[in-house]
Each structure stands twice: as C-alpha cells, then as structure tokens.
C-alpha cells in the first residue's frame, strides 16, 4: 500500500513529541489523541504548563499557501476578538514543518457541546456568527475554493466511482442519478441568481462549537471556503423555528439576505454526497472502516441512492413551484 493510501503511517508518538520539542516546548510525554479523521490531533501535555493541541495536517489534501489562508483567517477574526482558536505564531510561522509532516500548535481550550435547543443560546449563536461573517466579508479566499456543485458533487461522485466501495450492481444507478442531481443542482442555483460568496468556517455543526460559562467559541477551520451565509447557519438549527430565532441574534449585527434560505436544501444535499466521496476516497486510511464501517456495506449504498433519487425529486419540484 502506498504513503499516499497511509499518509500517517510514519506518525509515531515519539515523532509527534520530537516535532512539539522542535519548537521549544518541553512535552511531559502525556498524549491524548483528539477525534479527527481528516486530520491527526493530539493533545500534549507540557511541563509545567497548560498542555497544547498539535494538529498534523494530511499530507496532500491543502497546499502550503491554503493552510496559510485558514490560518489568517483564524488570526483576523482573534484580532477581532472573536472567540476563535487561532494557532500559534512561532518564530513568525503558524505552519510548521517536522521531518515532511506539516503541523500547528493551538492553545488548549475547553468547552462542552452547545445546548442549541434554548432560543438564548440560538441567538448568542447567531450574533456570533454575525461578527465572524463581517469579518470574513472584509476578504477572500484565493486558494482554498469554494462551495459549489463541482467540488461537492461531481468530484465527490467521481471518487465514490473511482474507489471499491460501490457495489458493481450500483455504478450505472449510482453515476446516472448523481450527474442528474448535479445539473439540478447547477439549475436550482442558477434560478436563485447571483450568490454573494464570502469566507465561511465551512463546517459549522455542533461538534465545532465549545461552550464554557463565557460562551461558545469556534474551532477547526480546516473546511474554511468561500461560500453563501446560510452555509454556517443551516447546520445549527435543528428546525425552521430555530433557524428563526438563530437569525434574529444574526440580525442584530449583520445583515441576512432572507432568500439564501432557499439555498438550504441544495446545500443539504450537497454536503450529503461531498460525505459519500470523502469517505471513498479516504477509505484506505485505516481510522475510516473502524469509524464508518456502515458504508463498507452494499445495502448503505443502496439507501444512499434512494436518498439521492429522492433530492432529485425535491429539486425537480422546486423548479416546477
């Protein structure tokens, strides 16, 4: 198998401890590892000191200058004082560099999943992610992309194609409802007209917020992308209500184009099938069967289908309304 299908192959405790010593902190030997499949993410204990969160980036996934981009992103909204965990600067650098793995260390900090179901949190919320878009309007991203059908759909079913995962019974089914689903989607945008596109966090779901008494703060901005508002807010409301008292915090700082609301489901969808092609393509890191070992299975993929023939009707009568 190759370093490529094994990216962290060579990520050994000592070298993950060698690389945080690199930069002039003294490790205790303590590592805790920290959920990530994507990236690799460790908590490590200083001495002492508060500990510190190394995160080892996959190799080939960003370039140099992309990860540069989230990490400024990170570093002008701290500047605004937004509670957002930003890496640290060493030596002038947030990117670092350890015997070919790229890294950053990021300051330990706490929280507890957000408890989105009261309105006051929604709003706190809302008027959060108000200040983080102002701030991601004053520019953009030039390397890391941005939200659309290409990248989440078509390369995506591209890769699901390409991988061992889809059952040979299903590649026609499965290719030919995607490409239709693509060109609704293209249509349903297209109808929508001109989308302001700004820096977004990208992926926006409870699992990317910590609570303390202070209030919730944002981390991992490894998906950061240009793309629509709605993108950040869809995820945290569990319901039309929420999404409404979520957008009344919005409110009160920036403000919100009501008509990307029906930008909603598209983006849903969207994200449904970047899922599916994330997960093939990742397939041969071995954190992925363990985690998702659902979809090493023929009857998840045929569900997947109907789920993808069901958004095509959705789409279908959407464009007729």
Request: charge should be negative; glycine fraction near 8%.
């Given at each position: 198998?190759?370093?490529?299908?094994?990216?962290?192959?060579?990520?050994?405790?000592?070298?993950?401890?060698?690389?945080?010593?690199?930069?002039?902190?003294?490790?205790?030997?303590?590592?805790?590892a920290m959920g990530s499949y994507e990236n690799r993410v460790y908590q490590i204990g200083i001495e002492d000191e508060t500990p510190?969160?190394?995160?080892?980036?996959?190799?080939?996934?960003?370039?140099?200058?992309?990860?540069?981009?989230?990490?400024?992103?990170?570093?002008?909204?701290?500047?605004?004082?937004?509670?957002?965990?930003?890496?640290?600067?060493?030596?002038?650098?947030?990117?670092?560099?350890?015997?070919?793995?790229?890294?950053?260390?990021?300051?330990?900090?706490?929280?507890?999943?957000?408890?989105?179901?009261?309105?006051?949190?929604?709003?706190?919320?809302?008027?959060?992610?108000?200040?983080?878009?102002?701030?991601?309007?004053?520019?953009?991203?030039?390397?890391?992309?941005?939200?659309?059908?290409?990248?989440?759909?078509?390369?995506?079913?591209?890769?699901?194609?390409?991988?061992?995962?889809?059952?040979?019974?299903?590649?026609?089914?499965?290719?030919?409802?995607?490409?239709?689903?693509?060109?609704?989607?293209?249509?349903?945008?297209?109808?929508?007209?001109?989308?302001?596109?700004?820096?977004?966090?990208?992926?926006?779901?409870?699992?990317n917020v910590l609570w303390t008494d202070a209030g919730p703060h944002f981390v991992d901005l490894d998906d950061a992308r240009m793309?629509?508002?709605?993108?950040?807010?869809?995820?945290?409301?569990?319901?039309?209500?929420?999404?409404?008292?979520?957008?009344?915090?919005?409110?009160?700082?920036?403000?919100?184009?009501?008509?990307?609301?029906?930008?909603?489901?598209?983006?849903?969808?969207?994200?449904?099938?970047?899922?599916?092609?994330?997960?093939?393509?990742?397939?041969?890191?071995?954190?992925?069967?363990?985690?998702?070992?659902?979809?090493?299975?023929?009857?998840?993929?045929?569900?997947?289908?109907?789920?993808?023939?069901?958004?095509?009707?959705?789409?279908?009568?959407?464009?007729?309304?």
């Amino acid at each position: 198998m190759s370093n490529d299908e094994t990216p962290y192959a060579g990520l050994s405790p000592d070298l993950i401890l060698d690389a945080v010593a690199a930069f002039g902190f003294e490790p205790d030997g303590r590592m805790l590892a920290m959920g990530s499949y994507e990236n690799r993410v460790y908590q490590i204990g200083i001495e002492d000191e508060t500990p510190l969160i190394a995160k080892f980036y996959r190799p080939g996934r960003w370039s140099d200058v992309a990860i540069d981009e989230e990490h400024d992103f990170a570093l002008d909204l701290t500047d605004a004082e937004l509670p957002v965990v930003a890496p640290l600067i060493i030596d002038g650098e947030t990117l670092l560099d350890f015997e070919g793995f790229r890294f950053s260390l990021y300051p330990r900090q706490g929280g507890r999943s957000p408890e989105l179901e009261s309105a006051e949190n929604l709003e706190w919320m809302g008027r959060l992610l108000a200040r983080i878009h102002g701030v991601g309007s004053r520019g953009n991203f030039e390397q890391r992309g941005c939200i659309d059908v290409d990248t989440f759909v078509r390369e995506p079913t591209q890769a699901v194609l390409d991988s061992e995962l889809l059952p040979s019974t299903l590649h026609a089914r499965y290719r030919d409802c995607s490409d239709e689903l693509a060109d609704r989607l293209d249509e349903c945008i297209k109808a929508f007209g001109p989308v302001r596109h700004i820096r977004l966090h990208g992926d926006c779901h409870r699992g990317n917020v910590l609570w303390t008494d202070a209030g919730p703060h944002f981390v991992d901005l490894d998906d950061a992308r240009m793309g629509p508002a709605v993108q950040d807010l869809w995820m945290l409301a569990p319901s039309a209500a929420a999404l409404d008292t979520l957008l009344e915090g919005y409110a009160e700082f920036r403000e919100f184009d009501f008509a990307e609301r029906a930008l909603i489901e598209p983006l849903r969808i969207m994200r449904q099938v970047h899922w599916a092609g994330w997960v093939a393509m990742r397939w041969h890191d071995p954190a992925f069967p363990l985690a998702f070992a659902q979809v090493g299975e023929a009857r998840w993929w045929e569900e997947h289908c109907d789920d993808l023939d069901a958004a095509i009707d959705l789409l279908v009568g959407n464009l007729r309304y």
